[in-house]
């Protein structure tokens, strides 16, 4: 998931928004540490789940990474207003934005965006960005852990982008 991040950020720039969704463990935080050594980012990338958002900017004069955790957004009927507290439209235009567990909630800030959906294959171990097990460690997975990644392009920003080819691992 890190090399797909790392490949995905060769394809992004100021203003792109990508909206991560899949179960716990997926791999979406992963993905994200990725995109943020892609991007040449400042920071650790880990999970903004506390703290609903982080800022990593570029150490080489590109996009920063914001990175979003909408989990716990949505504990009110007002989504939309959550999602505007966070004021995340003020950088969206020069930042790649990265929100997961965004689905159903971020597509209103713009038109342009990729949707990043990622699966587990059944009977896998959770990732390193998954929850505890019962001895109290993270999850660690053993061999292969395959993941199914699928990406959906919207918006005339990504009309030309040959993202095939770009992100063929």
Partial sequence: MREFGRRLAGVLRGGDLLVLSGGLGAGKTTMTQGLGAGLGVRG?????????????????????LVHVDAYRLGATDDVAGEVDDLDLDASLDESV?????????????????????????????????????????????????????????????????????ALAL
Avoid at 106 to 133: F, M, W, Y
Avoid at 147 to 152: E, G, N, P, S, Y
């Fill in 44 to 64: 650790a990338v880990t999970s903004p789940t506390f703290v609903i958002a982080r800022v990593h900017p570029s150490l080489v004069g590109g996009p920063a």
């Fill in 97 to 165: 934005t990265v929100v997961e567990w965004g689905e159903g909630k971020v597509e209103d800030l713009t038109e342009d965006r990729l949707t990043v959906v990622i699966e587990r294959s059944e009977g896998t171990a959770p990732a390193e960005d998954g929850p505890l097990n019962a001895e109290g460690d993270l999850g660690e997975t053993v061999g292969d852990d395959p993941r199914v990644v699928t990406v959906r392009a919207s918006g005339p920003r990504w009309a030309a982008v040959d993202l095939t080819t």
